[in-house]
């Protein structure tokens, strides 16, 4: 999937395409929804199916520090949408300017000039320009105009309840893993790239790779139990904390994780986080002796929650 980063890098050649627009935060089933109608117009038109979405998310401008949790990074994105069979991803800078352009000006300069749209396919709460005053009316009076056809998926639900980003944010907020995987069709994971910490877990024989959470606001915090994907080609397992480790005067919200098992370095890696289960949340101790032994029964409890996993495992494959 080719990744274009900025309207400035579009070429004569990205003209014509077949495209739908949103945030696409954390890529769930609904969206999936909508890209697989895009997928097939695209197959039917023989034109690129692309996706147009935006960095930082429009929240993000204008709510700061107060915006929702981010689901997932641009990177985060790019992966699963790229597992989809997606041809191109535009990533546009959403600045101030870029918000103040009216709907109209939006059509005509982005989706006819720069992009030559063919087919749009979009979600069924699409709003856009200044004021987001566009909607799905004023796109259908523009392809009358200007010679492309738009469609407007309806949301996908889940029992009685309709899949989306803020949906996946409550559930994850409230440590229902379950019911967060349910609506994004995988579980729910964190990716980022290990760097330095001030290895305090070292002093008490619980090594941790530590992940910077480069985003606003988590959408998790606590103790999990984790697997770790990226260190090779085998799954690790392992516990993690997500938050800003209150106990020792943490400041920045980052991940560390402790694999089970494993020696080595990870300076570098890009690591992928699995969330398998919440433990608990994350608790201010009165000293470091007092935190040693709380992880220390975290860890037991996680890895006999891996052991009863792997066990149930084995019996349902022995039935298949």
């Known amino acids: 999937m080719e990744l274009l980063r900025g309207l400035h890098n579009l070429k004569p050649e990205h003209r014509g395409c077949v495209l739908s627009i949103g945030n696409f935060d954390g890529v769930h089933l609904g969206h999936g929804a909508v890209l697989s109608r895009l997928l097939v117009e695209a197959q039917r038109l023989q034109l690129p199916s692309t996706v147009l979405t935006f960095e930082p998310q429009p929240e993000e401008l204008f709510a700061g520090d107060n915006s929702p949790a981010r689901l997932s990074r641009l990177r985060d994105k790019f992966v699963q949408l790229e597992k989809l069979g997606l041809a191109r991803l535009l990533c546009v800078s959403f600045t101030h300017k870029f918000a103040n352009l009216s709907a109209q000006e939006f059509i005509e300069e982005l989706l006819i000039k720069q992009l030559g749209v063919k087919f749009l396919v979009i979600g069924d709460d699409f709003h856009f320009g200044y004021q987001r005053k566009g909607d799905f009316k004023l796109l259908q009076k523009a392809g009358e105009q200007y010679g492309f056809e738009v469609i407007d998926t309806q949301s996908l639900l889940h029992g009685q309840r309709r899949i989306s980003s803020t949906s996946i944010r409550d559930s994850l907020a409230n440590g229902d893993l379950q019911q967060a995987a349910e609506e994004l069709g995988r579980k729910y994971s964190i990716t980022g790239r290990v760097g330095h910490g001030r290895e305090l877990g070292r002093t008490i024989g619980v090594p941790t790779a530590n992940l910077l959470l480069k985003r606003r606001v988590s ?102």
Request: proline share 2%; aromatic share 8%.
């Open 219 to 320: 959408p998790v915090g606590g103790v999990f139990v984790v697997s770790i994907l990226g260190v090779d080609d085998k799954t690790y397992q392992g516990i993690a904390n997500i938050g800003k480790r209150p106990t020792v005067q943490g400041i920045r919200q980052q991940l560390e994780v402790h694999l089970f098992d494993f020696k080595g370095d990870l300076y570098g890696k890009q690591l992928e986080v699995v969330l398998e289960k919440k433990l608990r949340d994350e608790v201010r101790y009165s000293s470091f002796a007092e935190l040693k032994v709380q992880i220390e029964k975290d860890i037991q409890q996680a890895r006999a929650w891996h052991l009863l996993n792997n066990e149930a495992l084995l019996m349902e494959n022995k039935h298949e």
